[in-house]
Each structure stands twice: as C-alpha cells, then as structure tokens.
C-alpha cells in the first residue's frame, strides 16, 4: 500500500468586503438639498424685488433717466425696457441677499482660514462694489453722457433710445463696481502667495498700460471716461500695495 503523507492545509479566512459607493451618496443629497433651499430662497427674494421694482417704476424712472429725453422705437420697446432696467435693479438689491445664501452654503466645507478671510472680507467686498457704482452713476455716466452728446450735437439732431440709454448707464456702473473690488482681490492673492508688494512694485509700469486698455474697453470710447475711470484704478493699485505690504509685515512679525 502506498503512503500518505498528510500534509497541513493552512486555512485562509476571506474577509467579505461590503461594496461601498465611490461617493457618499447621503451627504451628497444632503448637499443638493441644501442647495436647492438656498437657490429657492435666492429666487424668491428676487421676485419680491422684482414685482417691487417694476410696480414702482413711474417714482424711480425719473431718478434713472436723470430728465433726459429718450424714444421709443416701437411698440414692444417699451415692454423690452421696463423689463430689463427691472431685472437689473431687482437683482441689484437681491445682490446681499444672494451673497448671504451662497455663503451660508459654502461655509461649511472651507477651511478655518478660508472661512474666516471670507468671512471678514465679504462686507468690504460688497461696499467696495457699491462704492464703484456709485462713482459710475454720480461721475463717470453724467460726465461722459454730457461730453458725448454735446459732441454730437454739433452736426447732428441727437436722439437717444431708451434702450441705448440703458446700456450707457450700465456700462459706466457696474465695470466700476467690479474694478473696486481690486484690492480684495490683491489680498486675497498675496494670502495664498502668489503677490507680494514688490511684485506689484515691479510690474506697475505695465499694470498702468493694462489698466488704460481695460477703462478703454470698458467704458465709452471717448477721453473724458476713459480718463475718469484709469484714474481711481491707480489709486487702487497704489492701496492695494500698501495693503499688501502691510499683510507681509504682520505675517513677519507673527513668526519673529
């Protein structure tokens, strides 16, 4: 008879692993259901604004006009108008509004430092942006509409349509409001290092050339605003570098 050896068999225990999604699909609905609340409320105080606006439209106008006189270049026109100076009013005044909702959404997932710059940041932001249009609305569009038409008018009958109107107004506001926002946005770069004051020191020549062709592009092309709006984008610059400087001095200081 033949022998068997008997041979130990080493008995290999097989953990049954669980297929779990890639994502977490619970906190991802979570985060969509929030977002659609906040998308919701945002809608809704828009709409408020907007019904607000547009029944109110005979006591603004004349504040938005400024006792101009505009055509009217046909019958659908006049719809086209009340309906786009409404909507970009309406969103105008939702602007804080939407800001507080989408911040209330993004909070949660930055970090300590993120949170807190933004958190800090985020009123300055939205006065800076008020600041810019305002200068727009009380200096640079009455300026430049006075100089324009009056060039115009010396070989032509100068008739504006509303429509026009409207799109010179919101071409000498809102580009301000987002240049203002230049020092934030200086900051913000030189948090995460990417500026430094000398950088900005060393490249002002050419930032003054960039910022000429932008208040050219932006704005009406005649001298008067042109001038008008690379006027204040210097003087920014030239705070935004102090700003900067002094971030770099405090960060100095705190690691000394």
Same mark, same amino acid.
């Given at each position: 008879m033949e022998a068997f050896v008997e041979v130990p068999v080493e008995t290999i225990e097989l953990d049954v692993v669980v297929n779990e999604p890639l994502f977490p699909i619970a906190s991802l609905l979570e985060h969509l259901t929030e977002l659609r609340k906040q998308i919701i409320k945002g809608l809704f105080v828009f709409i408020l604004f907007f019904i607000i606006v547009f029944s109110t439209i005979n006591i603004w106008f004349p504040y938005v006009t400024r006792g101009h006189s505009l055509i009217i270049l046909g019958p659908l026109e006049v719809v086209k108008f009340y309906m786009t100076i409404s909507t970009t009013l309406a969103f105008g005044l939702s602007?804080?509004?939407l800001v507080h909702f989408l911040w209330s959404f993004v909070k949660p997932g930055?970090?300590?430092?993120?949170?807190? !710059? %933004?958190?800090?940041?985020?009123?300055?932001?939205?006065? $800076? +942006?008020? =600041?810019?249009?305002?200068?727009?609305y009380f200096i640079v569009n009455p300026l430049s509409y006075a100089?324009?038409?009056s060039v115009g008018a010396t070989n032509f009958d100068v008739m504006v349509s509303a429509n026009e109107y409207m799109? !010179? %107004?919101?071409?000498?506001?809102?580009?301000?409001?987002? $240049? +203002?926002? =230049?020092p934030i946005v200086a900051l913000f770069l030189s948090s995460i290092g990417v500026l430094t004051a000398e950088s900005m020191k060393k490249i002002r020549g050419l930032s003054y050339i960039g910022m000429g062709v932008g208040s050219?592009?932006?704005?009406?092309?005649?001298?008067?605003?042109?001038?008008?709006? $690379?006027?204040?984008?210097?003087?920014?610059?030239?705070?935004?570098?102090?700003?900067v400087k002094r971030i770099e001095r405090k960060q100095i200081e705190s690691t000394a």
């Open positions: 602007m804080p509004f930055l970090k300590e430092e993120e949170s807190r !710059f %933004l958190g800090l940041y985020a009123p300055v932001m939205l006065v $800076l +942006f008020l =600041l810019g249009v305002a200068f727009g100089f324009l038409v799109h !010179f %107004l919101v071409m000498t506001t809102i580009p301000l409001g987002l $240049l +203002f926002e =230049l050219a592009v932006i704005t009406p092309p005649d001298f008067i605003s042109q001038l008008l709006v $690379l006027i204040p984008m210097i003087i920014l610059y030239e705070i935004s570098i102090y700003l």
